[in-house]
């Protein structure tokens, strides 16, 4: 397939340069709400709430406090509020906006919210339970964001997240716009990479903010950050886990 070929050749030429979609997401957030109605992506991503929701009843059942790393417009915070007994909650994330919707959405006596990037310091203290979801794929190279993730993490605590995938990309991208514009977006993502690649990685445009990685490179990079890897749920298009940090 032609835009198989036009993703790997990207993938290629953008080599060890991670994306940067800061700027891109400071000026928008991610929609979860819209992609949960697609007509035939909608039982996947329902699916995978699921998932997130049972690591939160079995691994936060008994947690005072949660922190959520770019936490979108608050959905999974408030599974949070509602799943857990966590008396403090603190939700980060880039966009205004979605803070916004968080606050509205969310439901909670003690939820903190942080406007920022977390790449720098923002006063995010070690928590219990440290979640990254729909995100850790954006926020730059996977195995430095979950690196510095885990350092939110205090020791003996615990680590949800999750993963879009490139195992099926293909399929999922030509269920979600059709295989025309799915074509067309691959196409611009190897023009993007031929730029990022020619400005020797000083170019980092919105149109390359997503680090795609197979379900097995993903496994070997949670071993590789975290002390023990709990559960790793694959499912076609998102993987879910849960990693624990030791006590020393």
Not at 57 to 80: H, M, N, Q, S
Not at 192 to 201: C, K, M, N, Q, Y
Request: aromatic residues 10%; proline residues 3%.
């Amino acid at each position: 397939m032609i835009a198989e070929l036009l993703a790997r050749t990207g993938r290629t030429v953008i080599g060890d340069i991670p994306p940067d979609g800061r700027d891109y997401w400071a000026a928008r957030y991610w929609d979860r709400d819209t992609h949960e109605q697609h007509p035939l992506l909608r039982a996947d991503f329902l699916k995978q709430k699921e998932t997130i929701a049972r690591y939160l009843a079995d691994y936060a059942g008994d947690v005072k406090e949660i922190t959520e790393i770019a936490c979108g417009t608050g959905e999974f915070t408030r599974l949070a509020a509602e799943l857990t007994p966590a008396e403090r909650i603190t939700a980060v994330d880039i966009s205004v906006e979605g803070l916004k919707r968080t606050k509205e959405r969310v439901k909670h006596p003690n939820l903190r919210l942080i406007h920022g990037d977390f790449w720098k310091d923002q006063g995010i203290a070690q928590t219990e339970v440290v979640m990254c979801l729909d995100a850790i794929h954006h926020l730059g190279d996977v195995k430095q964001v979950l690196t510095r993730l885990r350092s939110f993490v205090k020791p003996g605590g615990t680590f949800i997240g999750n993963l879009w995938t490139l195992d099926n990309f293909h399929e999922f991208q030509r269920q979600r716009y059709g295989k025309a514009e799915h074509l067309r977006r691959t196409a611009g993502y190897l023009g993007t990479a031929l730029i990022v690649r020619a400005s020797g990685g000083r170019l980092k445009t919105g149109a390359y903010r997503t680090q795609l990685i197979t379900n097995k490179e993903a496994l070997a990079i949670l071993n590789e950050v975290f002390d023990e890897v709990v559960e790793f749920t694959v499912e076609p298009y998102f993987t879910g886990f849960v990693c624990k940090v030791g006590d020393n």
